[in-house]
C-alpha cells in the first residue's frame, strides 16, 4: 500500500512507530471495544490537505459516545491538530490516516467504565484503494450472503471496530469467489452498503442511493451528493431492490478509501455498457479535484496541514 510512518501519535505525544504498541490484556484487542476513522490527506497547491477532517473527528467522537464512552482526555479541536501534527511530522503530503480511541486497561469485564479512553493516530503513504485500473474500468461485486447489520443490534451509525467483522466476512467471500467487492443487504433484503462504501444507482439520469437509517452516513457520499446536485443531477433517497441493481444504467459507489468507483459487474450481469459510465465518469472527475483542492466552492472542505 505504501510506506509506513516513522511517527504515530499516542495520547498526546508522538511516539516512534516501532514503540507504538498495544499490551496483549488490551480489552480493545480481545473484544473490538474501539472506533476508528479513515481519512485522507491530499498534495494541493497550497500544500498538503486533509479532506473534511472536521467531519471525521466529530465522527469520531460520535462513534466513542455510541459505544458507550462519557468523558474524552481531548477536546475535537485538540484532536484535529494532533491529526495534522502527525501528517506533518512524517512528511507525507498524500496518505492515508487512521486515528483509534479504544478501551484501555479495566481488564475483562465487558464494561467501558470499568477503564480508560486512549487514542493513536498513525499515517502512511496511500495509493487508490481498489487500484488505478478499477478508476477508468469499473469493479466488479457480488451480493453477499452476509447480510448487514440491524440498527439496533449493532449500531450503524457507528464506526466500531468490532463490527467490521461483518465486512471482513463479506469481502473475504467477494474475493475468494473471484469479485472485488461486496454489496450487503439490509435485515429486510433491501440495497444496504458495500463493506466500506456507500452505493448509488442512476437510472433515467436520476441517482438513488439508499436511506441512511440503517447504514453508515458516509462523508464520502454526503460530498458526492453535494457535487451531484451542484451538477444539476436529481439525489433521492430510497429503498433499493437487488434486482434493480441489474436494471441500472450505472451503478458506483464511494469511500474515503475507495474515492468514487464504478461497478461494472453485479453477479455476473454487466451494468450498463460494462465501464463507468457518464454520470459516475462525471462526478468522479469533480469530486477528484474538489480533494487536491482544485475547486473553489468546495476548498473549505481540504484542511491545510500548514
Not at 40 to 59: C, D, I, M, Q, S
Not at 244 to 273: K, M, P
Not at 276 to 285: D, F, H, W
Request: glycine content about 10%.
Amino acid at each position: 500500500m505504501g510506506m509506513e510512518s516513522k511517527f504515530i501519535w499516542k495520547n498526546g505525544e508522538l511516539a516512534p512507530f516501532e514503540q507504538a504498541t498495544l499490551h496483549f490484556l488490551t480489552p480493545a484487542l480481545h473484544y473490538g471495544a474501539a472506533v476508528f476513522e479513515g481519512i485522507r490527506a491530499y498534495n494541493t497547491p497550497k500544500g498538503p490537505a486533509v479532506f473534511r477532517l472536521r467531519e471525521h473527528v466529530e465522527r469520531l467522537f460520535d462513534s466513542a459516545r455510541v459505544l458507550g464512552f462519557r468523558e474524552f482526555p481531548w477536546s475535537v479541536e485538540e484532536a484535529i491538530k494532533a491529526h495534522k501534527d502527525t501528517v506533518r511530522a512524517n512528511g507525507f503530503t498524500d496518505c492515508y490516516i487512521r486515528p483509534l480511541m479504544y478501551l484501555d486497561g479495566g481488564g475483562w469485564n465487558l464494561n467501558v467504565d470499568g477503564g480508560k479512553l486512549s487514542m493513536m493516530i498513525a499515517v502512511r503513504q496511500w495509493s487508490n484503494y481498489l487500484g488505478d485500473e478499477a478508476l477508468a474500468k469499473g469493479i466488479r461485486a457480488n451480493i453477499s450472503s452476509h447480510t448487514r447489520h440491524h440498527p439496533n443490534v449493532s449500531m450503524t451509525k457507528a464506526k466500531i471496530a468490532g463490527n467490521y467483522v461483518n465486512s471482513i466476512l463479506a469481502k473475504t467471500e467477494s474475493v475468494r469467489l473471484g469479485f472485488e467487492e461486496a454489496i450487503m443487504l439490509d435485515p429486510q433484503g433491501y440495497v444496504a452498503e458495500c463493506t466500506g462504501e456507500n452505493l448509488f444507482v442512476v437510472r433515467n439520469g436520476k441517482i438513488v442511493t439508499p436511506s441512511t437509517a440503517p447504514i453508515l452516513e458516509g462523508i464520502t457520499r454526503h460530498s458526492i451528493y453535494t457535487i451531484a446536485n451542484d451538477l444539476g443531477y436529481e439525489v433521492v433517497e430510497a429503498a433499493i431492490s437487488r434486482d434493480q441493481l441489474y436494471n441500472a444504467d450505472e451503478v458506483f459507489v464511494c469511500g474515503t478509501a475507495a474515492e468514487v468507483i464504478g461497478l461494472c459487474e453485479i453477479d455476473f450481469r454487466t451494468i450498463g455498457d460494462g465501464k463507468s459510465g457518464k454520470v459516475t465518469r462525471e462526478i468522479q472527475n469533480v469530486y477528484h479535484d474538489a480533494i487536491r483542492g482544485k475547486v473553489a466552492k468546495y476548498e473549505a472542505w481540504c484542511e491545510y496541514v500548514g
